[in-house]
């Protein structure tokens, strides 16, 4: 019976077909509305297969040329470079942080999909909660190449004021909220982002990112919820890269993915392929509709695999083979994008390998500047909390201070090569 119940909502769902999951939640929520049943069975874990969405298969050809997005050509090409410039980013910055320029960074290498083509599916207006690997997103918003250096040398010209390690970038003008280090931080906050805008009646929404590693925490099950039961227009995205650190998805949680869950509470879901440009844009686009003309949340599960390590302080050989790598790396969202970019003949291979070249340079030349811009006067370390710093603060600034001009050698001005 409940079979047929979730197989007939999703048939008969006026959205793409069989991909958009919508239940009939409503009034379930009261023991009146339950159906009575005689038959003494169990739900089982697998009723409901919740399909994965895939417009590109792995070659880069469209599997139904019926459901193919409305995707011009300018914004194909922007899509293309925005993930061009954060791989080429991505690999820059893990060089520096071998050359001992930078303490720490975080690649998404194999993600560029799922995060790019689902900003390119928001307006400028709705607001970005990010974890920390959606570079990609914020490389779409514009984010300017010094604004990446300057946040990740820590200096002077940070907005953070190097108080955040490299990676955690933020912009208001962007509508890009600042990143947290604490996993899931940004959930709730999504939730309640989303129903400031509701309230406001503004004509925007939130998307939140996290990856299914953060779905663990209980910010997840909690901003979820609250944006259920509170109707925000919030998109939340999971990036299902398959693994937290050494952690697989499969010792995280025995459910149907993360998908799963958002029905559980009560919230339209899709699973989409993460490595299909199309397939992103398309339900990022859908869900941003529905989460503004319904005022409601909806869940997008994107399975995707992260092909870099989990960050410059990780070694994956320790918990997965080559071979799995390999299998994904010939997934890589790229080279499908481009392979569909050529069968419409708007693929520029000259161009892009052009823009390839200038974007190298741009980002050799903004981390040479960034890396001799000073760092921050150290008594920012007390202020911006306090009014007066309390005597215990002022104290062992003073004893710090001390401490830095005995050994300014070890203290040097820049936090990358001097000048
Ligand atoms: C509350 C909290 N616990 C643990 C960590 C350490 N930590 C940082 S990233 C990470 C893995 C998160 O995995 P996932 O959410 O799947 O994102 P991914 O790195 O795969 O993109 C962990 C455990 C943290 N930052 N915050
Ligand atoms: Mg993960």
Not at 164 to 175: F, R, S, V
Not at 378 to 394: A, G, K, N, S
Request: hydrophobic letters at 35%; a neutral charge.
């Amino acid at each position: 019976m409940l079979r047929e119940a979730v197989l007939t909502t999703i048939c008969a769902t006026k959205f793409i077909n069989v991909l958009t999951l919508e239940l009939a939640m409503q009034d379930r929520n009261h023991l009146s509305n339950v159906k009575i049943t005689h038959e003494t069975k169990i739900i089982t874990n697998g009723l409901l297969d919740i399909p994965m969405l895939q417009l590109l298969d792995e070659t880069g050809k469209v599997t139904d040329k019926s459901q193919v997005p409305d995707l011009k050509k300018p914004l194909a090409e922007k899509i293309l470079k925005s993930m061009h410039y954060t791989r080429l980013l991505d690999d820059r910055m893990i060089g520096a942080q071998r050359q001992g320029r930078i303490s720490f960074y975080l690649a998404s290498r194999g993600e560029e999909a799922a995060t790019v083509a689902s900003a390119a599916a928001l307006s400028d207006n709705d607001m970005i909660m990010s974890q920390y690997r959606e570079q990609g997103a914020l490389v779409f918003r514009g984010y300017q190449t010094k604004q990446f250096m300057n946040q990740m040398f820590s200096n002077q010209e940070d907005p953070n004021k190097g108080r955040q390690m490299p990676i955690h970038y933020g912009d208001k003008a962007l509508n890009f909220m600042t990143i947290s280090s604490p996993l899931g931080t940004q959930i709730p906050q999504a939730a309640g982002y989303a129903y400031g805008q509701k309230m406001a009646k503004q004509p925007a929404i939130t998307i939140c990112y996290f990856g299914e590693g953060a779905a663990s925490e209980g910010d997840f099950h909690a901003g979820l919820n609250m944006a259920a039961v509170l109707n925000c227009p919030c998109i939340f995205f999971c990036r299902n890269n398959g693994y937290a650190i050494s952690t697989p998805a499969a010792e995280q949680f025995a459910g149907d993915g993360i998908a799963s869950r958002g029905i559980g509470y009560g919230i339209k879901t899709i699973r989409i392929d993460g490595n299909d440009v199309l397939a992103v844009y398309q339900a990022t686009k859908l869900a941003r509709e529905i989460a503004l003309k319904e005022t409601c949340p909806v869940l997008i599960e994107a399975m995707t695999y992260r092909l870099s390590a989990h960050s410059t302080s990780d070694d994956p050989t320790g918990y997965r083979s080559k071979e799995e790598e390999e299998q994904w790396a010939k997934k890589d969202p790229i080279v499908r994008f481009e392979a569909w970019l050529t069968s419409k003949k708007w693929f520029d291979e000259k161009a892009i390998e052009a823009f390839k070249d200038e974007t190298r340079t741009e980002i050799l030349n903004a981390l040479k500047v960034a890396e001799k811009v000073h760092v921050n006067p150290i008594e920012d370390i007390v202020e911006d909390v306090y009014d007066t710093p309390p005597w215990h603060l002022q104290k062992q600034l003073k004893e710090l201070k001390a401490h830095v001009e005995k050994y300014p050698e070890h203290y040097p001005k820049t936090s990358g090569r001097d000048a």
